[in-house]
């Protein structure tokens, strides 16, 4: 953890893939919170403070069929300091 304050690298660009086996979107949630842990541990390196990370953040999903259900992409580039 980080001082209080910190932000992710606005230079950045932060992606993130889960895969579900369901195609019906009620059923993502997990997935979804997955790729938001991964984003936030990627930002937490460049050393963002955790608990601050995905707040307040633009992130693009986009959702693919795949043959056992959907895969989850999440990209998020962070703004400046505010």
Do not use: C, K, N
Not at 32 to 46: M, S
């Amino acid at each position: 953890m980080t001082s209080e304050g910190s932000s992710a690298a606005p230079d950045r660009e932060y992606a993130a893939s889960q895969e579900t086996s369901s195609r019906h979107p009620q059923d993502w949630g997990r997935a979804v919170a997955v790729v938001f842990e991964r984003l936030a541990e990627q930002a937490v390196a460049d050393g963002a403070d955790i608990d601050a990370a995905l707040l307040d953040a633009d992130i693009a999903l986009h959702i693919t069929e795949t043959p056992d259900g959907a895969r989850i992409d999440a990209t998020w580039r962070p703004a400046g300091p505010r």
